[in-house]
C-alpha cells in the first residue's frame, strides 16, 4: 500500500526547470498569471491533489486518498484510456477537448497518438500546477502548437463546435460540478443554441430603481428572453406604513426584519414557480443576503444591476459576493473595490427605455401643465435644492418628490411634490424647451466635479428627442459625443455657465433640435435597456452561465433542426413551415397546437411532449 | 387494432404520478384485464419496475427521461419513438388518473380514439369534449373547500369498466394468530400517526392475543420503529426502510390484517384482497381514496376541518391525528379478525366499513348500521353528498349497474331541517340556468351565493360543457324536486328526523 503522506511532491523533487519551460509556452496569459499567483480559490470543490510515487517511479496524484492515475503505471494506464478514445472511430480535425488533466499522462499519451488539437479543461491550478512541475508539455516537436490549456469553463464556449469531447474519469469523480457545467456548455455548442433564458426579474418595492426594472424588463424580453416580473410594487404602502407606526427604532427595524423576511419569501415562491434560467434583480430589490444565499445554494443564479452610487450605498459589499455577476453604472475604484472582494464586476450604465420615452404629440392642457422655457424633473437631492433656485428667473417649473415647499422653488412647482409617472415624465421632457438635468449630490452645493456615472435621465430625455442641458460626468464621453459641431449633449459646470447654455440655447431652436435629433440617435443605437441587456446576458453566456435545461429551453436554428432530420420526411415537411423565423423554440413548435380535441401530427405530438416534459413555461 | 378474443377494447393507463397512486388504480387495471382487453401501462420507470415486481399482467410502457445536455438530437428521437408507440394501432381506449398537464399532452399525442379521466386540463375551453367523462367536479370539489361534501370516489372514473354481473371479491379467511402490518405513516406528517397511537395500537392488539406486528415505513421512520420494537421486545419486527416492493408484497400477502394511513401498502393489502383498517385524517378521506377490495374499514378523524388541505393547510397542531385513539383501533382490528360486530363509532371517530357486493364502490356504512343523516351540520353534509353522488354519477354515466349510495338513500334518515336547504339549493339551480347566457362574471358571482353549485358550474361552464348546462340543471332539479316529494309524503317523524322511505 501506498501512504500518500510519506511520498510528498518535494520528495519525488518537482523539477523548478520544467515549471518555467511550461510557463513560457503558455506564455503571458490569465493561466500562467494564475498559476503563477498560486490562486487556488476555485478549487474549493475538492481535496489537496498530492502526488505520489507510482511503483514505476513515476509521479501519480491522488485526491482525498482517491487516485487520479495508476499507482502501478500510470504511463501504460495514459496509453490504455486513449485506446479506448480513439475506438470511438477518427477524430475529427478540428480537435478534442479533453475534461481532466491530472498529472496528463493520458493528454501526453493521446498527444503522441494523435495529430490533431487537444484543448485540456482543468479547473483545478493546483493540478495544473503540479503537472506543469513534472511533465514537459512542449519537450515533444510534434505536441508542440496542439495542446491548449483551459481552466475557466467559460473558455469552452470559443470552441469550435465539431470538436470531439472526452472525460478523463478519475478526473471527474473528484470535480463532479465543474465537469458538468463543463459539459453542459459544450453540449450546448454542439447544439448550436441560441440561448433565450427564462428570466425573472425583481424590481424594488419602490424608488428610482422600479422604471429601471421595468425597462430592464422590456429589453430583455425585446432581446428575445422569457420574461417573468416579480411586481413588488403593491408593497409600497406597507413599507411605508412601517415608516409611519413607530417612532422607535428598534421596533422599527424589528418590523422591517419582518417585511424583509416576508418579502424573501414571496419573492422565493415565485422563482419556484417560474423556475428561472436567470433571476436580475434591481438595486434596492427585496432580496436579503439570506435568500441571495439560499438561491445560490439552490443553484439559481442571479444577476444584480446596482443603479446606486456605490459611496452612498454601501450595502453592496454584502450583496456583491453572493451573486453570479454584478453589474454597476461606475468603474474605477468601483471596480477594484469589487474585485477586492474576489467579485468580478461589470460595468453596465443606465438606459432609456424607447416605449416609454419616445417624442410624443401633446395637449394644449400638457403642454400648458408640463411644458415651461426651463424645466426640471428629479428629487429634491441638496445640491438641487440649492442649485435649482438660481434659475428660477428663467421662467423654471420643477417636478419631483422630497422637495422642501417653504423655500423659493414652491412657485416653481405646478405639481408639489407628486410622484410622477415615467409617462408623465416622458411629456415633461417633450414640453419643456431646456431640460436641467443636474446629477444628484448630498455633498456639494451645485455641480459635483468629480460626478462620475450617468443617471437614466440623461438618457431618457435624449430618447424623448427632448433638449438637455447636463452637468459634466467622467463617463459620460465614452457614452455620447461631448465635444465638436457633432456633439451630442450640452454640458455646465457651474450656475453661470448653466445659465449661459440655457440662454444660449433658447435663442437657437435650430440647433438645440438638431443637437436633440444626435442625441435621441445615439441613444437609440446605444443605450436603450435592449442593447444594455442583451450585452449584459451575452456577456454572462460567454462567462459560461447557461439555461438549467439549455437543450430544451433555448432557440435552435430551423436550418440546423433540417439538417438533422436528416430522412424524416415528416419532421422536415414539419419544420420547413418555421424557416421564416430563422429560429425556433419549444414554444414556438407547439405554439398552433392548441388545446383541443383534433387530432395533431406525430412531430406535433413529439415537440409537445418534449415541451411538457422539459419543464417548459 | 388489436382486441381480444372476446372483443374487449384494447386499454393503456397512464400513471405518472407516485408510486402509491399506481397501486390506487391497479383496481383499475384489475377490471381492465378481468374484460378480457389487451392492457399497458404508461409510467415512469421506477413504477414500471414495482408494476414488474407485482406481476401485474400489462404491456409495461416508460417514458423516456429527459436529460438538460441531450439537446434536439438526442431528445427528438427518443420522444418520436413513444409517439411511435402510442400511435401503432394498438390502443382503443386511455385512461389519465391525474391532472397535470404531461399526462393530458400525453393523451393528446397518444390520439387514442376514447379518453377516460384528465383528458383536458381544467380551464382549458378550446373544443367541447364528447362527454363529461373527466373528474372536474370531483378536482374543484377538492380545490374549493366542499370535500366534506364529496362522495365521488377516485374510482369512480372506471364505472365503466365493470365487468357485466355480480363481482365477487371476499377477502380470504386470515388466521387469527397471524401477522398484523403496521405502516407507520403516509409521505408527509399529516399523515403520520403519532407515537401515542401506535404505542396505545401494539399494545392492544397485544393485549388480545394479535401474534406478531410487523412495522413498514419510510427509511427515515427506521428509528421510530426500532423504538416501537424495543418497547415491545419480542412481538413487534421492524422492518421499516427495510423492504422493497416485492418484499412488501410477500408481507402484505401473509398477513391477516394491514393497518395503515391513506398510503401505499394499504391500497396494496386491498388490491391482494387482505382485510384492512384505513387511517383517514388530516388531507385524506375515505370518500375519495378508501380502499377497494376486501374487506375494508376506515377509522376516520371527526373534526369539522376535515378532510383538509394537509400540507397546504397551513396547520401546525394536526389535532386529528390527536383523536386517532390506539386502543379503538385495536378494537376494531380485533373485531375484523374474529369476525366479531365492530365497535360503534364514537364523538370523536367514525367507523366506516366499504360494502361487499358492490363492485367495490363506494358503498360505505356505518358500524353495520344503515347509511344515515342525522340532523346538524354533518347531517347537512351527508345529505347533499348523496344528492351530488347520485346527479353526478347519472351525469358520468357508466354501465348502468345501480349506484350502491343511491340506492342507499332508500334508507335514509332525513332531518326535517334538510327541507330549508335543498329549498336554498334548489333556488340557486334555478338561478344558474336563468343566467346560462349572462357574463361569466355575473354567473361566477351568482354561484358564489351558493357554494354548494361550484362544483356543477366549474364542470358546466368554465370547463367547456356548456351544451350540457340545460340537461344538467333539469337532472339536477329532478334529483332536489324527488327528494323533497318524498319527504313530503311520507313525513314519518324519528328522533327530530325525517323517514325517507
Known amino acids: ?617 | 387494432m388489436e382486441r381480444s378474443s372476446g372483443g374487449s377494447p384494447s386499454t393503456l393507463l397512464i400513471q405518472r404520478a407516485r408510486p402509491g397512486d399506481f397501486l390506487e388504480s391497479l383496481p383499475l387495471l384489475d377490471r381492465a384485464a378481468s374484460s378480457g382487453g389487451p392492457l399497458g401501462l404508461l409510467c415512469s420507470p421506477e413504477i414500471a419496475s414495482w408494476a414488474r415486481a407485482l406481476e401485474i399482467k400489462a404491456r409495461v410502457l416508460t417514458l423516456p427521461g429527459v436529460h438538460p445536455e441531450e439537446g434536439f438530437s438526442g431528445g427528438y428521437p427518443k420522444w418520436r419513438a413513444l409517439v411511435g408507440e402510442l400511435r401503432d394501432g394498438h390502443w382503443e381506449r386511455v385512461v389519465h388518473l391525474n391532472h397535470d398537464r404531461g399526462g393530458v399532452a400525453l393523451v393528446r399525442a397518444s390520439a387514442i380514439p376514447v379518453g377516460y379521466g384528465f383528458t383536458r386540463m381544467a380551464g382549458e375551453t378550446e373544443g367541447e369534449p364528447d362527454s363529461p367523462l373527466g373528474w372536474p367536479a370531483y378536482l374543484v370539489s377538492s380545490a374549493r373547500g366542499l370535500r366534506r361534501k364529496n362522495r365521488i370516489h377516485l374510482s369512480d372514473i372506471w364505472r365503466e369498466f365493470l365487468p357485466e354481473g355480480p363481482v365477487t371479491e371476499s377477502s380470504s379467511p386470515r388466521a387469527f394468530g397471524g401477522s398484523v402490518v403496521l405502516v407507520l405513516s403516509g409521505r408527509s406528517l399529516y399523515r403520520q400517526p403519532t407515537f401515542e397511537t401506535l404505542e396505545a395500537l401494539i399494545r392492544g392488539l397485544r393485549k388480545n392475543g394479535v401474534g406478531e406486528v410487523i412495522l413498514l415505513g419510510r427509511p427515515d421512520e427506521a428509528a421510530l420503529g426500532e423504538s416501537l420494537s424495543r418497547l415491545f421486545l419480542g412481538s413487534v419486527r421492524n422492518l421499516a426502510g427495510k423492504t422493497s416492493i416485492a418484499d412488501l408484497d410477500a408481507l402484505v400477502r401473509d398477513a391477516c390484517l394491514v393497518i395503515s394511513p391513506d398510503t401505499a401498502p394499504l391500497h396494496l393489502a386491498s388490491f391482494r384482497r387482505i382485510p384492512t383498517i384505513g387511517l383517514f385524517f388530516g388531507g385524506a378521506s375515505p370518500h375519495e381514496t378508501g380502499a377497494r377490495y376486501g374487506r375494508r374499514i376506515s377509522i376516520v378523524s371527526r373534526m369539522a376541518c376535515h378532510p383538509c388541505g394537509a400540507e397546504g393547510s397551513g396547520c401546525q397542531t394536526i389535532a386529528c391525528r390527536d383523536l386517532m385513539d390506539g386502543s379503538m383501533i385495536a378494537e376494531v382490528a380485533v373485531s375484523v379478525m374474529s369476525g366479531g360486530p365492530l365497535p360503534s363509532s364514537t364523538p370523536s371517530l367514525w367507523v366506516y366499513e366499504g360494502g361487499e357486493s358492490d363492485g367495490g364502490f363506494n358503498r360505505l356504512i356505518l358500524s353495520g348500521e344503515p347509511l344515515r343523516v342525522s340532523s346538524g351540520s354533518e347531517g347537512e353534509e351527508e345529505l347533499l353528498g348523496i344528492l351530488f353522488r347520485r346527479f353526478f354519477l347519472r351525469l358520468l354515466g357508466g354501465t348502468g349497474q345501480p349506484d350502491p349510495v343511491a340506492q342507499a338513500l332508500s334508507g335514509v334518515v332525513l332531518p326535517v331541517e334538510s327541507l330549508p336547504v335543498l329549498e336554498h339549493l334548489e333556488t340557486g339551480v334555478r338561478l344558474m340556468a336563468a343566467l346560462a347566457t349572462s357574463s361569466l362574471t355575473r354567473r361566477i358571482a351568482a354561484v358564489n351565493e351558493f357554494p354548494v353549485l361550484w362544483p356543477l358550474a366549474h364542470h358546466l361552464w368554465l370547463d367547456g360543457s356548456g351544451s350540457m348546462a340545460k340537461d344538467a340543471f333539469s337532472e339536477l332539479t329532478g334529483e332536489i324536486q324527488e327528494l323533497r316529494d318524498t319527504v313530503r309524503k311520507r313525513p314519518v317523524k324519528t328522533e327530530g328526523g325525517v323517514h325517507v322511505g
Open chain 1, 1 to 617: 500500500m501506498w501512504d500518500s503522506s510519506k511520498s510528498r511532491l518535494d520528495e519525488i523533487s518537482a523539477d523548478a526547470d520544467i515549471l518555467r519551460g511550461n510557463l513560457r509556452m503558455l506564455g503571458p496569459c490569465a493561466l500562467s498569471n494564475r498559476i503563477l499567483a498560486r490562486q487556488d480559490e476555485a478549487c474549493g470543490e475538492t481535496d489537496e491533489p498530492r502526488v505520489v510515487k507510482a511503483k514505476n517511479g513515476k509521479p501519480s496524484m491522488t485526491v482525498g486518498g482517491i487516485s487520479v492515475h495508476s499507482l502501478y503505471d500510470p504511463e501504460k494506464e495514459g496509453r490504455e484510456w486513449v485506446r479506448e478514445a480513439l475506438s470511438g472511430g477518427d477524430l475529427p480535425k478540428e480537435g478534442v477537448l479533453v475534461l481532466g488533466l491530472g498529472m496528463g499522462y493520458h493528454v501526453a499519451a493521446l498527444l503522441s497518438a494523435t495529430s490533431v488539437p487537444v484543448f485540456v479543461f482543468e479547473p483545478d491550478i493546483r493540478r495544473i500546477r503540479l503537472s506543469f512541475s513534472f511533465i514537459s508539455w512542449d519537450q515533444e516537436e510534434r505536441w508542440r502548437g496542439r495542446i491548449h490549456f483551459l481552466s475557466e469553463t467559460g473558455e469552452i464556449a470559443r470552441l469550435d463546435r465539431q470538436i470531439r469531447l472526452l472525460v478523463h474519469a478519475p478526473s471527474e469523480r473528484s470535480q463532479k460540478r465543474a465537469f458538468s457545467d463543463a459539459k453542459k456548455l459544450f453540449r450546448s455548442i454542439q447544439e448550436d443554441m441560441i440561448s433565450s433564458l427564462r428570466i425573472l426579474v425583481v424590481p424594488p418595492v419602490t424608488g428610482g430603481s422600479y422604471p429601471v426594472a421595468v425597462g430592464a424588463a422590456h429589453g430583455l424580453k425585446a432581446a428575445g428572453h422569457r420574461v417573468s416580473f416579480f411586481d413588488a410594487s403593491p408593497f409600497e404602502g406597507a413599507l411605508l406604513a412601517i415608516g409611519q407606526t413607530t417612532s422607535l427604532d428598534l421596533h422599527k427595524r424589528q418590523l422591517q426584519g419582518i417585511f424583509s423576511g416576508f418579502m424573501d419569501e414571496m419573492v422565493m415562491a415565485r422563482v419556484l414557480a417560474v423556475k428561472p434560467d436567470l433571476v436580475v434583480a434591481l438595486a434596492q430589490a427585496p432580496m436579503s443576503p439570506a435568500l441571495l444565499s439560499r438561491l445560490r445554494d439552490m443553484g439559481y443564479p442571479v444577476a444584480y444591476w446596482f443603479v446606486e452610487d456605490f459611496r452612498l450605498t454601501t450595502y453592496w459589499e454584502r450583496v456583491a459576493p453572493l451573486v453570479h455577476d454584478f453589474a454597476v453604472i461606475q468603474k474605477e475604484p468601483f471596480l477594484s473595490l469589487l474585485a477586492r472582494s474576489g467579485v468580478r464586476g461589470t460595468y453596465l450604465p443606465a438606459a432609456a427605455d424607447p416605449s416609454v420615452f419616445a417624442p410624443r404629440e401633446l395637449s394644449p392642457e400638457d403642454r400648458k401643465l408640463y411644458g415651461a422655457p426651463v424645466g426640471f424633473m428629479g428629487a429634491g437631492y441638496h445640491n438641487r435644492q440649492r442649485f435649482l433656485p438660481h434659475l428660477a428667473d428663467l421662467g423654471l417649473k420643477v417636478f419631483g418628490t422630497e422637495w422642501n415647499l417653504s423655500d423659493a422653488l414652491a412657485a416653481a412647482m405646478p405639481l408639489p411634490n407628486r410622484r410622477m409617472t415615467p409617462d408623465e415624465c416622458a411629456r415633461i421632457f417633450c414640453a419643456t424647451t431646456v431640460n436641467v438635468n443636474l446629477h444628484s449630490s448630498v455633498y456639494h452645493n451645485g455641480v459635483n466635479p468629480d460626478g462620475d456615472f450617468v443617471n437614466p435621465r440623461t438618457f431618457e430625455i435624449a430618447s424623448c428627442g427632448g433638449y438637455q442641458v447636463v452637468d459634466r460626468r467622467s463617463l459620460m464621453e465614452e457614452l455620447f459625443q461631448t465635444e465638436g459641431p457633432d456633439a451630442e449633449l450640452c454640458f455646465f459646470d457651474s450656475e453661470t455657465s448653466c445659465r449661459r447654455e440655457i440662454r444660449r440655447a433658447t435663442g437657437d431652436p435650430e440647433g438645440r433640435r438638431a443637437m436633440a435629433d444626435r442625441a435621441r440617435k445615439r441613444v437609440l443605437a446605444c443605450h436603450t435597456y435592449q442593447v444594455r441587456m442583451e450585452e449584459w446576458v451575452s456577456g454572462m453566456l460567454e462567462r459560461g452561465l447557461r439555461p438549467a435545461s439549455p437543450a430544451l429551453t433555448g432557440r435552435w436554428p430551423v436550418e440546423g433542426l433540417l439538417k438533422s432530420a436528416g430522412e424524416d420526411r415528416g419532421l422536415s415537411d414539419f419544420l420547413k413551415r418555421f424557416r421564416p423565423m430563422g429560429s425556433v423554440g419549444l414554444d414556438d413548435l407547439v405554439g398552433q397546437t392548441l388545446p383541443g380535441k383534433d387530432e395533431i401530427s406525430p412531430e406535433e405530438a413529439t415537440f409537445l411532449l418534449m415541451k411538457e416534459f422539459s419543464g417548459g413555461p
